[in-house]
């Protein structure tokens, strides 16, 4: 028996399986979706050119940048370029509408806002916020702009929330960087743990949230985890393994990793997560009210030590603190932890579908508007699945032939060299998953980031 015979593959390949007329009219549902936010751009020009940047995120382009999505379009570049670069548009409300929309149609009570950063690889020292920092894409230093992002995970799915692009010390005390890059007055230096918390409070006046998760980065930080109480939310962040913790029957400080080698098997349960995109998972978690040190070493606040680590041959461990309300389930706080890989998922599917990293923009605007733009397709693809209901094309599935392409118009102003360059730029991605506007994202199920229910073992 083949692979391909398999019942394993064969249930895979009718999950993959996404007929002609599900995705008909995709087109025409990109444009009663953007009907909600075209009133937030300014003049009839920046209607029309939203929607081409939307179609150019959702098309096959290999480089979804400005200049490719314009010859694509019948377009000339320099009027795309400036509405994405420069354009005078209110990003923020159209955030805001985005985030109005994700509470109608994901909002719970229970849901977990998700915070994580992530970085952009850069040539020079031009583009807005640029230096040598932490780059979690390429796994090392190197130079790079960082954005603060916030994801929203519901039992109903998952869409991103906000972004905000992080301006090291140096240029925000640099006023004349600060000028060429058009960095507005009130854009101070802060930590990236203090843009996550006023992305929180901003994104809690439309959305409703009782859980915050993130990664180490910002679970690190007591100040952070303060913030967190001060505005009476709950958490499960990620620590790092050498923080030190004291039990509340110990008087010595250990780390949390040594902590939890000491702890009898009887403090374990073990549960199941699922079903994810990768089918259900074994996990093994503990859990153990510790006191924790604030950022100046001195003891803090009591807090619950979670540490959860995988069942499989290669275990991963993470290691949490966590603060709910009074009588919370180890259950619960696992499942909170697991729906912050929403927001790794959604910020892969950004970059592989519609060019989140795709962009020649220099200044505070231009990131921003970028973003906003990308965020946008991201949210059209995540309610494209719903439709479909977690049908999954896959990386090779063939394009209907009445897949929806933009016209091409006469270019009478392009050179023979602009060809060339449109030709190069239209190749067909294949290194990452694209979509094609009949064609809806791969993967993006709300049960991939694990929103599904616990389960004990028996």
Known sequence: MSLLEHPKAQALLADAEVSAAAVRGCQQRLTQFLKRYLPKFYRVEQHELAEVVLQGKLSHLQRKTSEPIAYQAGRHRKPVQNFVGAGAWDDEAVMAELRRH????????????????????????????????????????????????????????????????YLPREWAEDDERREKCHVPKEVKFQEGWRIALDLLDRSRQDVPFAWVAGDDEFGRASGFRAGLRYRKLFY?????????????????????????????????????????????????????????????????????LVVIRTVEGEPRTWYTLARGPEGTSLEKLVTVHARRHGIEELLERGKGEVGLGHYEVRSWVGWHHHMTLSLLAVWFLVQEKDRLGGKNPGLNSAPDARAIRVPAQARTAQTQADRRRDQHSATPQRREPHLRLACPAQNFSPTATGTGRIERLQ
Request: overall charge positive; charged content about 30%.
């Open 102 to 165: 994700v509470a109608q149609a994901r909002g719970h009570e229970e849901g977990v806002a998700v915070v994580d950063g992530s970085g952009f690889a850069k040539k020079g020292t031009e583009s807005c916020g640029v230096a040598r920092q932490w780059c979690g894409r390429l796994g090392k230093v190197d130079n790079c702009q960082v954005g603060v992002f916030l994801a929203y995970v519901s039992e109903r799915g998952f869409a991103p929330l906000d972004r905000r692009l």
């Open 236 to 304: 499960v962040v990620d620590i790092p393994c050498n923080i030190a913790v004291r039990p509340l029957d110990a008087e010595a400080w250990s780390s949390v990793e040594a902590l939890a080698r000491e702890q009898p098997s009887s403090h374990w349960r073990k549960l199941i997560l699922g079903p994810g995109s990768k089918g259900r998972k074994v996990v093994r978690a503990m859990r153990l009210r510790v006191q924790t040190r604030d950022d100046e070493g001195r003891p803090g606040t009591i807090e619950e």
